[in-house]
Nanobody, 116 residues
Framework: QVQLVESGGGLVQPGGSLRLSCTAS????????MGWYRQAPGKQRELVAT??????KYADSVKGRFTLSRDNNKNAMSLQMNSLKPEDTAVYYC???????????WGQGTQVTVSS
């Protein structure tokens, strides 16, 4: 059984920074795709950033502000979020897909609130 554990959410003022982390545990060979999604109240879940191999891809709304990093040795990734805006407020979920499979694993979600 694979579990993804997230940490790092919280309350921050506009312009502030937060760092989210996600670590996979369980019977894992290696991770192919890693990514972060978010869901704001009343909205659909949307892709924030994803990485397959070495180059991350970002949603236009977070380009230049968010940085996705992965640590293959630890089956972990992080999302550094800078210059946060109120519209970044959402529950953030990490997602991973193991090599040779197509079914994703999801984290439990962590709340990020950007407010003064």
């Amino acid at each position: 059984q694979v579990q993804l554990v997230e940490s790092g959410g919280g309350l921050v003022q506009p312009g502030g920074s937060l760092r989210l982390s996600c670590t996979a545990s369980g019977s894992i060979s290696s991770i192919n795709i890693m990514g972060w999604y978010r869901q704001a109240p009343g909205k659909q879940r949307e892709l924030v950033a994803t990485i397959t191999g070495g180059t991350p891809k970002y949603a236009d709304s977070v380009k230049g502000r968010f940085t996705l990093s992965r640590d293959n040795n630890k089956n972990a990734m992080s999302l550094q979020m800078n210059s946060l805006k109120p519209e970044d407020t959402a529950v953030y979920y990490c997602r991973m897909v193991v090599f040779g499979t197509s079914d994703p694993y999801w984290g439990q979600g962590t709340q990020v609130t950007v407010s003064s």
